[in-house]
């Protein structure tokens, strides 16, 4: 039989087991609650603008300037939806914003994919001089460059009438851009060189190595870039602004802006537009969220 | 098929010199193995035979054709590449299939092609798989079999095995040596693995530092290295080297003396006059004995060199030894079975026929060695 001191010690050696078993789940309980807490504050902070912004777009313009605000409207008014398509100019506004946004994108991704591959797979001389330039591109402001550029598609040579108030004038400007050059020159260069090698010696050309190797394993950066490029040029609001005048020129971006009247704003009408036009943004985020990560993961996961 | 011709090629990458004038013959149906550590010059000698990289000087020809200034896939080689470099997006078919394509072949063609190379390789069950589906050595199949799809004139094959795991390495190792036995493709193999150039090549080209330092059958190059390098590059554990100098006695003979070593070799094993200068102009040399070559003395046995047992390395089929002896560590390889126990006192003897001497400059001093230079291979490829 043990002694009584012996069984004393197990005694207590179960208890201070038990004891710190209890503490460590209760320690990580309140590990989880309070990254909830965390992230919980940092969604709010997310999502309260839009939010404030939903809000207003289903209220009538008086019930707006109540005070203490209104965060829940009383009732469900959709008038300023209604003004928003026939009361102003928005199915066009979205049109061309599509049609800028749309030819941006698309020419900004062949133009991007190839440089990127000349940067990445090509030997030339002064490629690396190049390269940094179209880096050293990305310090200029686009303020700066605003004036220039309108002066440049107004007086373009060659041109029957001046670039304002034309698609060409908007979209050539916004065309290609050096970080895009530059996220497509580090994906392929995560490319395993011996692929470049292996369709060299099976006969492929250049441009073949490029459509039929290089082009299909990039997707993953090419919807990335292209996502950005688009979401990027469908809130211009800069260039847009200058380069058009007329109505039916307008994007989005400028459109909304130019519903704000100098004396009398319908603050609901606007919520109203901008609500309309970030929607379309966030489900298109949404099904492409996926490709975002993969493009993350691009460089673990090569062979 | 085809023979390749390497002749004084010369590559550098900036202030590196990779490859030094190197000189080989390869000849129709071949299977040459290039080995050598990492960064040695062998995969530079076999990109500049693919097109992958242009030569600084010296000549390549294929098949009787100069290829230095000719596209790479139109020198009809066909490359493996240790990651095998298989298209992850296309799926085996469309990967064996590439070159053909390539090249505008006939949609029939292409498909008996591929069905063809697929068959030898064992691939016709997984066609429509893509590489990400498939394991190291089917993926490595598969780079085999979009190889030999277009007929090539010449495989080059650069540590081909590397990427896979020992067992499968074993078993890929065979197969290349069949697939060998059946296409009769000239192949140039690049490997750092002694035991694949060993059991692989019809004959073996040994670089250090860009310059070629022997070549010859796996035999020629094991039994007779030409200097130290190649002998303690080959064979694990290596050559076992043991400093001291060499005299020369009656008879024509020499003695070799180092610290508790003292071993008369007759001039059967070393060549007396020209040898004489030599000595005497350098001084030191190197003994070396394979492990093999040492055997434990028996009990009352007696002249063998003393020393103590320091470390025991059952590998199963042998043990390895390292005994403290000589003034320094000897390698010896014994019977598994051996009763011998850390720390004991042991004699070694070794056959003074098999020893090699090795002068200062590092050259195997024996008569049957060769020298680099005086190699009719080389000379007749040089000229």
């Not at chain 1, 060409?168 to 692929?195: H, N």
């Not at chain 2, 103590?308 to 019977?335: I, K, N």
Request: charged share 15%; net charge neutral; hydrophobic share 45%.
């Amino acid at each position: 039989m043990a002694a009584p001191g012996a069984i004393a010690e197990v005694t207590e050696a179960h208890a201070d087991y038990a004891r710190a078993a209890r503490r460590n789940r209760l320690l990580g309980f309140g590990k989880g609650v309070a990254a909830y807490v965390v992230l919980t504050v940092f969604a709010a902070i997310a999502l309260i603008p839009f939010v404030y912004l939903l809000s207003p777009s289903f209220r009538k313009s008086y019930e707006l300037l109540t005070f203490p605000p209104q965060w829940i409207p009383h009732s469900l008014y959709t008038g300023n939806f209604h003004h928003v398509l026939h009361g102003t100019s928005y199915p066009r506004w979205a049109l061309n914003t599509l049609i800028f946004a749309g030819s941006v994108t698309a020419v900004t991704l062949v133009i991007d994919t190839l440089a990127g591959y000349a940067f990445a797979r090509l030997r030339f001389p002064g490629r690396s001089l190049i390269f940094a330039l179209v880096i050293a591109t990305l310090m200029i402001p686009t303020a700066a460059v605003v004036a220039p550029l309108y002066i440049m598609i107004s007086r373009l040579p060659g041109w029957t009438h001046s670039g304002v108030n034309t698609y060409p004038g908007l979209i050539l400007p916004m065309v290609c851009s050096p970080l895009g050059v530059f996220m497509m020159r580090q994906f392929i260069s995560t490319l395993p060189e011996a692929l470049v090698e292996a369709a060299r010696l099976d006969g492929a050309g250049e441009w073949q190595i490029f459509r039929k190797i290089v082009l299909p394993l990039m997707k993953p950066a090419i919807v990335v870039l292209g996502i950005f490029t688009f979401m990027f040029q469908w809130v211009n609001f800069l260039w847009p602004l200058v380069i058009t005048t007329t109505d039916n020129m307008k994007t989005l971006t400028v459109g909304i802006a130019s519903l704000q009247g100098q004396f009398v704003t319908d603050w609901g009408v606007i919520s109203a537009a901008s609500v309309m036009t970030i929607f379309p943004m966030i489900v298109v985020f949404l099904i492409f969220q996926r490709w975002f990560v993969q493009a993350s993961m691009a460089g673990a996961l090569k062979q | 098929m085809a023979e390749i011709l390497i002749k004084h090629l010369v590559k550098s990458f900036g202030k590196v010199e990779a490859v030094k004038d190197v000189s080989l013959r390869i000849t129709d149906g071949e299977f040459l193995v290039l080995l050598g550590p990492s960064g040695c010059g062998k995969s530079t000698i076999l990109r500049v035979v693919a097109g992958l990289e242009d030569a600084d000087s010296g000549e390549i020809v294929v098949g009787g054709r100069l290829v230095n200034f000719i596209d790479p896939v139109k020198r009809n080689v066909a490359m493996v590449f240790q990651n095998y470099a298989l298209y992850p997006h296309m799926t085996v078919r469309k990967n064996i299939a590439f070159p053909l394509e390539m090249a505008k072949k006939p949609k029939h063609e292409i498909e008996a092609a591929v069905r063809r190379s697929a068959a030898i390789l064992g691939l016709e069950e997984m066609l429509e798989r893509l590489p990400e589906q498939l394991s190291g050595g089917q993926r490595q199949r598969v780079a085999l079999a979009r190889a030999i799809v277009r007929e090539p004139q010449a495989f080059l094959m650069d540590e081909p095995l590397s990427n896979l795991d020992a067992q499968l390495r074993i078993q890929t190792r065979l197969e290349l040596i069949q697939l060998h036995a059946r296409l009769g493709i000239t192949t140039m193999y690049v490997t750092h693995d002694q035991v694949e150039a060993m059991t692989m090549g019809h004959r073996i080209a040994v670089m250090k530092d860009g310059v070629l330092q022997q070549i010859g059958t796996p035999q020629d190059v094991y039994r007779r290295p030409a200097n130290i390098f190649v002998a303690t590059f080959l064979g694990a554990p290596p050559m076992n080297l043991v400093d001291g100098t060499l005299e020369s006695v009656g008879g024509g003979g020499w003695r070799f003396r180092g610290q508790n070593v003292d071993v008369q070799l007759s001039p059967e094993v070393l060549s007396p006059p020209e040898l004489r200068h030599e000595v005497e102009a350098t001084g030191n040399v190197k003994l070396g004995l394979r492990p093999e070559h040492i055997r434990i003395a028996a009990p009352g046995e007696d002249g063998g060199l003393p020393g103590r047992v320091l470390f025991l390395e059952p590998v199963g089929s042998d043990l390895y030894l390292t005994v403290e002896a000589g003034g320094g560590t000897v390698q010896v390889r014994t019977d598994p079975d051996s009763p011998l126990q850390q720390g004991e006192n042991v004699s070694l003897l070794f056959d003074p026929w098999r020893v090699h001497v090795f002068g200062a400059d590092g050259h195997n001093l024996r008569r049957d060695a060769p020298s680099v230079g005086a190699q009719p291979a080389l000379a007749e490829a040089a000229s």
